[in-house]
């Protein structure tokens, strides 16, 4: 290492007599973001790598805003389901773009909620003062995901390797059964309880009386909205056609009631305690491939380059529920984090201008609801005087969510700031009011991540 | 894309097989990055006239070995035969012959340019006519005599304008570029005066900025490429389930991309207030964006007949008509109103993608050769519209090019569509966005309605 250049050493001692001054906070605004369209797994994308789909959407990002050889603060990213080789994902990602190649990385990790967690993150380090610039982004394959080898394989091929002789090879070889050779797809089931996440949601739909009839109207709702927002250009500047998709592949602009009616029950089925199961393919998520980004800074970075900012990063909560021992359902912990995220911030439901929760499920979203209109649950759980109130459904997932955009795990929060980002902005430009935005995720291991956003149109 | 028995003749043993076989030997195409300078010395200037002298001394300013004879040369580069005032027939052998002679002594990649003026079909002097028709058939038949990757074209300047025009000047140097390689046997045809010579002939559209359609691959990618290594600013247009390769290539050219598809009822609205939030204001529009569906016309359809139409031909029309409706509209009072503010240059040079199916037709393709001779006719037309406003319309005809589209033809066919060209080889893309870069450049102004054929001088129409 050479020695650093003498103007940036140390003032000798000049500082040691009083503590460090405490920085103020600044600003984190969203500026756009980027996602290629989701694919169903074994579509569109069947064959291609996390790294693959997070690199063409992080140079969809670059060219949309111009960052080639950009020096951004950092980039977070994450996959849930993630290749051991993978564990620099997000860092390999940003070497293959036209970013600077010094641009530091870093992988995060928390089921459904990785976008939005890395969205936090970002924001976070910017308010702080640690970096003015960073992107936040998730990518996920269904259609790639890992596939290991049995544990017992696992601790032979360890022993195997670290054998000596011939005679100790063939003795850890002579251990291997058949059975050892069988490959071991990822779980799609809780560790804890070992079922799977639309089995627990079944339960909170089954506990919370939601109807058929709501949740297909929910999905139907979603698919409509989305496509009307890709057929009026709002997706024209947040989404990067990839490998000949220009739409999510899941969109059915063309769904109605009736063939949401058709399906049968997928959930639920099993259950004896479910007396009628309403939970379909048509208003749950099916799994699915891609990846989102978003651009983040501070006003004056913003300013710099010449971009306008769509929406303040205001707050955010996290919260977790135990449902392993029933206490409450695996995706309810949004119900308890967006209280106390308004709370903080000194909000009731109805100073929201827009909802973006993502829909999981039809059922989870329609659960959500009703617990904030349950005195019951209300005073009981979170600990209110009464029930939070009924948000005007209008206002709900207005351009659409997961269920017809698909879920690319670590990919969904990315697509819902940017959207919400945008729409706000767009809002308060139209209203001339300033406009704020809630973000709910929930997560497998019974957690949840929210968030608040606000734009003033400038 | 691969050309196997292009790369096979290139070997020894390939080389000789082909020659005892008497198959054809396609020459190595120098192209500017082979060959920067403008003109292949030793030039020779042949023709007495004014306009010769004047050649002459344009070739001498570009630093060219400027010769009037061919006298003691062994090796010829170049050579420009000048007949602008050329009455009768009988007056073209005097000044052409010497070349006779010389023809064994042009070196590989030569260029043969002749300047003379297009016949008008005027009753006044029939000698005339038939001494101007008389170039066309001298050329093409040099074209195809040309051996090596040597080419001949020509330029028709209308009467009146000069030959140091700025259109004369830029073309002359186009053709006797290596930025002509696959073009043989054509005529450009100079109408007026108008244009500018470039401050740098090789950035000639430096502080300019152009929209590409159809930029994500194969050729549109290649325009863009050409057009940011000659200075322009570009925004690039594609649909949007090409997105990231347009996004790569944006990055790659620092290009500004926009994913839109140009059959959409509002594409064009859409492409003005893109423009206009971004404050762009376009000096060449290149219509680039084009699909085939081929298939013998017994077993035509809608479903194939017409998203060709709608794409290739129909989507221009749009685009053109909304842009050039934004003519005239201008900032609001106090100059806050984005809207209204105009969004293409008084001097727009605006490139359309013909074909040379749409010259001479193709079998499985009456869809797209519909499209494509309409393209023709719709650049001839909208030049006419555009008279005196000192915007031009010009389309170039590519003939078989190496791209992903032509790699997907049948195997058999796609090696006899390569060879039947004076090049006996496919062109590049590369050579169709140079020739759309020379159009859409300053000089180029004076060159209106044309279609220039990039073709290897295909033995398919004219």
């Known amino acids: 290492m050479a020695e650093a250049p003498a103007q940036k050493q140390s003032p000798q001692n000049s500082q040691s007599a009083k503590p460090l001054a405490q920085k103020s906070l600044r600003d984190a605004v969203v500026l756009g973001g980027n996602r290629i369209p989701f694919a169903r797994a074994g579509g569109a994308y069947a064959g291609i790598s996390n790294q693959d789909m997070l690199t063409a959407t992080l140079e969809g990002l670059v060219a949309r805003f111009g960052l080639q050889e950009e020096l951004v603060g950092e980039v977070a990213g994450g996959a849930v389901l993630k290749l051991a080789s993978d564990l620099n994902l997000t860092r390999e990602s940003v070497l293959g773009t036209p970013l600077d190649a010094r641009t530091p990385a870093i992988d995060i990790s928390k089921a459904c909620a990785t976008g939005l967690e890395t969205v936090v993150h970002i924001s976070n380090r910017i308010q702080l003062g640690q970096i003015d610039s960073g992107i936040a982004c998730g990518v996920d394959s269904a259609s790639d995901s890992p596939i290991e080898v049995t544990p017992r394989l696992r601790r032979l091929l360890h022993r195997l390797n670290s054998a000596k002789t011939a005679l100790d090879r063939a003795k850890v070889l002579t251990a291997l059964r058949p059975s050892d050779l069988a490959p071991v797809p990822p779980a799609n089931a809780e560790a804890r309880t070992g079922m799977s996440m639309g089995e627990h949601q079944a339960i909170t739909a089954d506990a919370w009386g939601i109807t058929r009839q709501a949740q297909d109207e929910l999905a139907l709702a979603s698919h409509q909205n989305l496509a009307a927002a890709y057929d009026r250009g709002f997706l024209d500047d947040l989404v990067t056609g990839y490998r000949g998709l220009g739409r999510d592949q899941n969109l059915r602009a063309d769904s109605s009631l009736e063939k949401l009616g058709k399906l049968k029950p997928v959930f639920g089925v099993k259950n004896p305690a479910i007396a009628e199961p309403t939970m379909t393919a048509g208003n749950s998520t099916p799994l699915t491939d891609g990846a989102s980004s978003v651009l983040i800074s501070t006003r004056e970075w913003a300013d710099q380059h010449g971009f306008a900012p769509l929406a303040r990063v205001v707050d955010t909560r996290v919260a977790a529920v135990d449902f392993v021992h029933g206490e409450e359902g695996l995706l309810m ?126 | ?407 997907r033809i049948p195997a058999l066919q796609r090696e006899i569509a390569r060879r039947v060209n004076s090049l006996q080889q496919g062109g590049q893309p590369l050579d169709v966005a140079e020739a759309i870069g020379f159009l859409s450049s300053a000089p180029a102004g004076g060159i209106r309605g044309e279609t220039l054929r990039v073709c290897g001088q295909n033995i398919v129409g004219k």
């Open chain 1, 333 to 458: 912990a949004p119900a308890y984090a967006v209280p106390e995220l308004l709370d903080a911030n000194g909000l009731a439901l109805a100073d929201v201008d827009l909802w973006e929760i993502h829909e999981a499920f039809a059922s989870t979203v329609l659960a959500t609801l009703a617990a904030w209109e349950s005195e019951e649950f209300c005073r009981e759980k979170l600990g209110r005087d009464g029930a939070l109130g009924a948000i005007d459904r209008a206002t709900l997932n207005v351009t659409g969510s997961s269920l017809a955009a698909g879920h690319p795990f670590a990919a969904t929060g990315g697509r819902i700031v940017a959207t919400l980002a945008k729409l706000l902005h767009e809002r308060a430009r139209e209203t001339g009011r300033v406009q704020r935005g809630v973000i709910s995720v929930c997560a497998a291991g019974g957690q949840g991540t929210v968030a608040l956003l606000e734009s003033d149109g400038k």
């Open chain 2, 1 to 407: 894309m691969t050309d196997t028995y292009t790369r096979l003749i290139r070997t020894a043993p390939g080389r000789f097989l082909a020659k005892r076989a008497g198959l054809p030997n396609p020459p190595k195409l120098a192209r500017v990055d082979d060959r920067p300078g403008a003109v292949l010395g030793p030039v020779v200037v042949l023709g007495a006239s004014a306009g010769a002298d004047q050649v002459a001394q344009i070739l001498l300013a570009w630093g060219a070995d400027v010769r009037r004879r061919f006298d003691g040369l062994s090796r010829v580069g170049s050579v420009v035969v000048v007949l602008d005032e050329i009455e009768h027939p009988g007056a073209i052998g005097e000044i052409v012959l010497p070349l006779a002679g010389a023809m064994r002594s042009l070196a590989p990649g030569a260029r043969i340019v002749t300047i003379s003026r297009p016949a008008t079909g005027s009753g006044e002097s029939l000698s005339r006519e038939a001494a101007r028709g008389g170039v066309e058939g001298l050329v093409r038949s040099l074209g195809h005599e040309v051996r090596k990757g040597a080419t001949a074209n020509g330029i028709l300047a209308a009467d009146g304008v000069a030959l140091d025009a700025p259109g004369v000047q830029g073309a002359l140097r186009f053709l006797l570029s290596a930025r002509s390689a696959f073009i043989d046997g054509q005529f450009l045809a100079v109408s007026t005066s108008e244009g500018e010579l470039p401050g740098d002939w090789d950035r000639p559209l430096a502080g300019r900025t152009a929209l590409i359609t159809g930029a994500a691959r194969g050729i549109g990618a290649a325009i863009a490429r050409t057009f940011s290594s000659l200075g322009a600013q570009l925004v690039l247009l594609d649909i949007p389930a090409s997105g990231t390769d347009l996004a790569r290539i944006s990055n790659e050219l620092r290009a500004t991309p926009l994913q839109l598809d140009v059959t959409a009822p509002d594409a064009p609205e859409r492409v003005i207030a893109f423009l206009r939030e971004r404050g762009i204001v376009l000096d060449a529009l290149v219509l680039n964006a084009g699909i085939t569906k081929d298939k013998l016309f017994a077993n035509m359809t809608p479903e194939r007949w017409d998203p060709v139409i709608a794409v290739n031909i129909a989507s221009q029309l749009a685009l053109v008509e909304t842009l050039l409706g934004t003519q005239g509209e201008g900032a609001a009072a106090d100059g806050s109103a984005v809207v209204g503010t105009p969004v293409i240059s008084s001097a727009l040079r605006i490139v359309s993608l013909a074909s040379t199916s749409g010259i001479a037709g193709n079998r499985g393709q009456t869809n797209y050769a519909t499209s494509k001779a309409g393209v023709i006719a719709f650049v001839d037309a909208l030049a006419d519209r555009l008279d005196g406003t000192g915007m031009t319309a010009n389309a170039v005809a590519p003939g078989f090019i190496e791209t992903e589209m032509t790699a």
